[in-house]
């Protein structure tokens, strides 16, 4: 069965921070250390608060739970994109960023901003995204590296 995206709603939230959790503990092992991984991890109690900001989609599985989920907040940013590690590589993040860009081009947003991970990254740049720059930043005292993203979205069709 092809995944279903739809929007995000209030019941989804304690899924999404799970999912949250288990892609970040789950899948980036080989770019970031055990002390990134922890840190990383424990915003997921800012993630809770972010949920009700913006707007959202959900990709769920065929017993209707939550697999992968995006958030747009503000309206020119994607803000977040995660996968459970048993949906990644399966093209859910091209489906949600895809999602993302289709709202933004309705509400007539030029274009979107992102900060990607190193794992992020290349599928942001697949989908035609753009490195506005690199920068450092601290999460819970530990040093990370991600990019600061971009992509024109042109008119509306």
Not at 1 to 16: F, G, K, Y
Not at 48 to 71: C, K, T
Not at 84 to 94: I, K, L
Request: charged share 25%; net charge positive; hydrophobic share 40%.
């Amino acid at each position: 069965m092809p995944h279903q995206v739809r929007r995000l709603n209030s019941n989804d939230h304690d899924a999404l921070v799970e999912i949250y959790r288990q892609a970040v503990l789950g899948s980036t092992a080989k770019l970031y250390s055990e002390a990134q991984q922890w840190a990383w991890a424990e915003q997921s109690n800012t993630l809770r608060s972010l949920l009700p900001e913006g707007e959202g989609w959900v990709i769920r599985n065929q017993r209707d739970q939550p697999i992968a989920f995006s958030l747009r907040y503000p309206a020119d940013r994607l803000a977040l994109l995660y996968s459970h590690p048993n949906a990644q590589r399966q093209g859910c993040g091209r489906l949600l960023i895809n999602a993302i860009e289709q709202a933004a081009k309705a509400d007539a947003v030029r274009a979107l901003r992102t900060e990607a991970s190193l794992i992020s990254r290349p599928l942001f740049e697949r989908l035609g995204w753009q490195v506005s720059w690199r920068e450092e930043l601290r999460i819970g005292g530990v040093p990370f590296q991600r990019f600061r993203m971009h992509k024109q979205l042109g008119q509306r069709y």
